[in-house]
Every structure is written in C-alpha cells, then in structure tokens.
C-alpha cells in the first residue's frame, strides 16, 4: 500500500521559492491502477519523482508498505528503486547498445539477482510482454515504439516492484498501440497484483483505471 | 554481462570517435616511452662519464705542458702531498724525456716535418755555438744557412708508474707482442711503440742503448696514435735514474674516490701545492659534457611530463564528452537502481579500455621510435658542446692521459644507446594508469552529480 502524507515540495529558483506541490494526500491500495492527470506544470513528474526517490521532498512522508521512503539514505533509495520500484517512461528510457534481452537483464543486476537466473527470467518476462525470441535480441533502434515500450514494461516488471510508475506510457505512441500498451499494463496489474500509479493526460485512459487524482498547481483537486 | 564489461562495450560504442581517442592517446603514450628511454639512457651516460672520467685529476709543474713551457718538475715531496690528501685512492706518476742521438742508439720513426724542424731551432739554440766548430756533413752545411745540426727527431720517453696511462682510448695499453712492464720496478726494460720499433729493427728480448745503459725490450705496444707509437715507455723509476732526475716527476694523474669530492679535491690539492703545480680535473672538462646531458634529461623528463597531461587531457575530454552525450543514459541506470559506484566503474571502464588500448599501440610505437629519437635529441645538442673536443691540449708531450680524457669525452654522444629497459616500461605503464585515473576522476565527478530525476524531463 502507498500512502502520501502531506507531501510538500519547494524548489529555489531565481525568482525565489516555488512550490511545485503542496500538502499531497493520496492513498493507493495493493494492485490498484491509479491515473494522475493534470495539466503541463501542475506538479505530475514532480510527484512521480518524488514515489519513485529519484528526488527527496521538502516535508512530508510518502510510506511504501509501511517504510517512509523520503527518509531513506541515498543509498538506502537506490536499493529501494532497484527492487520496489519499476519505471516506464514515456520515451522507453531503453540503454541504446543493449539488446531487449540486456536491458532487462540490466534491471535484473541492479535487483540482484545471480548472474546465472538473469537470462532465463528477463527471456520469460519479455515474452509474457509481446516481444518474440528474435526480437529480444535487437537493439533498441531496431525495434518499434510499441515494441520499446514493451521491453520498458519487461523491465519495470523485473524485479517485482511494489509500485510501477508510469510517465505518459503511451504519450509517444498513437492511439491504437497506446491502447494495447494500456491493456497490458492493466493486465499485469490483475496478474501479478502489482501497484500501477500512471501519469496522464489522455482522459480516455485516465477514465479507465481503479482510481483518478487530478493535480492542479500542485494539490490534489480530487 | 557485468558492469566492467558493458564498460568495455561501450569504449568501442562508437568507433570513429574511440579510433580517433586511441590514436591521439597512442601518440601521447609512445612519446613518453620514447622520452623515458632517452631519459634513462643518458642519465646511465651521465652516471658513467662521472665515474669514469670525473674522478681523475691531473697535476702538472707549473708552467709545464707538454715539453713546452718551463719551471721545475715536481718532486717526491709534492707527490707525498698529493697521495696523502683526503680522498684521492691512487696516484699515477709521469716523468717524460726526449733522448737525442747521444743519448741513444735509436733512431726515431718520426720525420722532422715543418713543426719538428721548429721545434729543434729553438732546442738547439744553446748549442749553436759549439755546433759551429763542430765538424758537419758537407752536404748539408753547404746547404743550410746556419751552422746548426743536422736536425734529427728525438725518441719521446715515458717513464710510469703505470703503462697504461700511456693508452689514448682510455682502456689498457695493447701490447701487440712480448710482455707489459712493472712501472713501480727500476728494471732495465722498456716497451716500444710499435713505429720506433719498426724503424729500429726491434723485437722482444731487442736491447738498446739509452743514457749509457742497456735496455731490453719487453714488449711491442700499439695506440694507433703516431705520436706515442714512435715512443718508449719505462718504469718511472728506471727514467729517474738513467736521467739523473731521481724524484722528479713531470705529471701526476690523482684518481679521486667519488666523483662528488672531485672539485673540494682540487681545492685543498691548489692550497697545499700552491703556486708548485697547475692542476686540471677531468671533471672540469666533463661538467661541460655533463650539463648538455643534464638538459637533454630534463628536456626529456619536460617532455614525459607534457605527454602525461596531454594523454590525461585526451581522455579526460573524450570523458567528459561521452558523460556528457549520455546524461539521460547515467539517469536511467541511476533510475532504475544502479548506484553512483556501479555507473563510475562502468565509465572507468569505458576509460580504461581506451587507455589500455591507446598504451598498446603506444607503447609499440614508443619501442620503434625511441632509437631514433634519442639519437635526435642527442645530435641536436652535440654542436653546441663540440667546442670541448678541441680544447687547449695542442702541445706535444706524453699527454696521453689528458688525450685519454678528451677521446672518452668525445665518445660520449656517440656511445649513447637507447634501451628499453623494463624500469622504463613499468614506468611507462604507471604513467599511462596516472593518465586513465586522472582521465575519468573528473568524469566520475560528474557521473555522481547526475540526477535520475532528470530522465523524467521531456526531450
């Protein structure tokens, strides 16, 4: 379960401090799909940041399965977004000279699992995610944006995160491949009860997910 | 895969560009090999010159060079100064003469030439006035303006504590046929330059007459120079006696036990001879053949140093460039759970393997040029330093010591090889790990202050 208690960040600019999120309250139950949508600015990446501990907030506690991530170490959060975290970023975010195969088992490593279980695992999580045999073994360049993002689901998927933060998965996709994307990740969250928490803004989308919070200058409106 | 080998994949990620790194560092790398050697080569010269030729003086009466000059020869007195001063572990003593046809049997194998028949003008001035009532071969006292003697070379004797003084290139005197001779005895036997003897008929076991004694031949010697082929040598105090001169000595050569006490030496040998001797060390002459050596080493060392911090600079830019193009990467390792060590070895790596192979090609290219380029440095600096090949040693005379030391200076450039020894191939080794560490701390720097949160930016 992620529950966000009065999550507040401020950032020092040049025009002096903003407040890019202010008093966020959110809870999201295990295996839930929650959307978050709001307009370009609104706080989004901010939050999505801030779940995943790429960045630490000014106040506030953000609690995965009862640990106060925004308290943890920085090297306490490289850990935690190594096992409980899985990202799908809207632009694949895929190592370029790594094959499909490579990029998940890269995931893999970070996550610490042997060396020798890697191959078999990444080979089984890229096919329950589409991406034949011959395919894993391209390179990024060689593979479609769908296929990407595939191969970014595989990897977010790994190491069996408690959450999988999405960013605009299907913003660099058009409609038809975005929903096939969409319908997997839907899957998945049935399947392996998995936390999917996706930043939007296609309403089409955000309207078919467990749960919706708008953002809006920084607060939840909903 | 792990992290040191996605590294090393990546340093070949985009090959034009590694080529282009490679060849700049194989450049960086095989000149500071190249520099290296020359270092080490004339640094073991410079080592040499100054225990070989550095810890020798030579002592002189004052006003002597040679048979020019005039004043007294130096005595027993002197010479018990000399070998009881600090530091000096051996002395060599010298006493020269000229035999002229009364006082020999020999004939000389030198021609008068224009220089001799000079010489013998002012020689024989004393005497004019006996030659003159003198009877003379008609020939020649037809011919001749003055009523002097018919000129004739005189036979150049050396008298020695040790014969191989007499050698000019600065190993052992060779002795063609026979045996060498004890120069500390008083025995009656001499070795002969192999010119007089040929002249004279001579061979081993040959007995000659000289200041009224018998002399036997002990041996042929050959220097290859005309001067002292056409010469004997004596035990020292064999000359002494025979020229009634005993005790005197025209030169001493003082061999010093370190070349670092060579110039306090000479000092306290100028005080304590004062004005009976004029004293010149090897290491004087030597200081000028040194110092040329002495920049072409640090000349060298300049430039093992400048190639250090452009190989370091080569790969330190080509970092900084490659962290730079792949920030997006950095913060999606960093995202999905690499940590800041994981991604810096991986660069490090990528650093490395550049380096590695950079240093392969270099140092094979260092091997290859280092010869020539340490005779290059070499010849460039040598002319300005010829002017010590032709120093003040014109004057005839048994300087054979002083010619020893002015053949192994000469030598000096000519002899210096270039080796590549495995101190320098460690050395340049450890120089080429400076050069990826240094090359990819800067990097690393910059890996660690990357933000995975930045790979949720739009492009």
Redesign the interface.
Known sequence: MLVVKNLTKTFTSAAGEVNALTNVNMTVNTGEFASIIGKSGSGK?TL??ML?A??TPTSGSIEVDGVDIAKLSA?KQ??Y???K?G?V???Y??????TAL?NV???L???GMP?KKRKARAEQLLTDVGIEPDQQLRKPSRLSGGQQQRVSIA?ALA?RPAIVLA?EPTGNLDSETGKKIFDLLHKLSRSENTTILAVTHDMDIAGRTDRTFKLKDGQITV | MNVVSRGVKNAVRSPLRSGAIVVMLAISIGLILSMLVARSSVEAKITEVKANAGTKITISPAGVNGFAGGGDYLTSTELATITGTTNITKTISTLSDRMATTDTNLESSLTMGSFGARQERFNSSSTATTSETAPTDSMFANDTETARPVPTPQVTVTGTTDVNSVSTDGTSLTISSGTTIDGTSSDLVALVGTDLATKNSLTVGSTFTAYGSTVTVAGIYKTGNTFQDSGLIMPLSTVQTLTSQTGSISSITATVNSSDNVSSTVTSLKTALSTKADIVSQAEQAATSVSSLTSISSLAMAGVIGATIAGAVIVLLAMIIVVRERRREIGVIKAIGGSNRKVMIQFMSEALTLTVIGAIIGLALGVAVSGPMTSSLVSSQTSSTSTIKTGSFGAGGPSGMMQRGMSQLSTNFTSITSSVTPTVFVAAIGITLIIAIVGSAVPAWFIARIRPAEVLRTE
């Open positions: 990446s999505l940041s995943g790429l960045d090297s490289t850990a977004r190594a096992k975290i990202f970023f809207q632009y975010n895929l190592i370029p000279n790594l490579e088992m890269l995931a490593e970070f996550g060396s990897r190491n960013d």
